[in-house]
């Protein structure tokens, strides 16, 4: 093998290299930003292709929402303090939206 033809492989070897590192990096999901009212009920957003929110240990998830769309949600329940109001609950403890502020709390 002469020289230029290893130079050649040895090129195209660190091009390619560098292109997958850079396609590592771009396709790595931002950080979501949590939103917690003062008892700490934290929002979270949930997207397709990841694992379901479940409502409590060993239970099977249950919620139900357009599976096709990114949705913001919270551990919560209908008339809870610090819960949304008007809001459903889409699955077992499960709220979509942000936890509204708790009154006389900040």
């Keep these: 093998m002469t020289t230029h033809q290893m130079r050649t492989r040895v090129l195209a070897g660190a091009v390619i290299a ?45 919620v139900k929402w357009d599976m096709n769309v990114c949705h913001t949600w919270y551990y919560g329940f209908a008339g809870h303090t610090g819960s949304t109001d008007g809001q459903v609950e889409v699955g077992w403890r499960i709220m979509e939206g942000e936890p509204s502020p708790v009154p006389g709390l900040y």
């Design 18 to 62: 560098g292109g997958l590192a850079l396609t590592g990096v771009a396709l790595t999901p931002g950080t979501a930003e949590a939103r917690c009212n003062a008892l700490s009920m934290c929002s979270q957003v949930w997207c397709p292709g990841q694992p379901l929110p479940v409502g409590g240990s060993g239970m099977e998830p249950n």
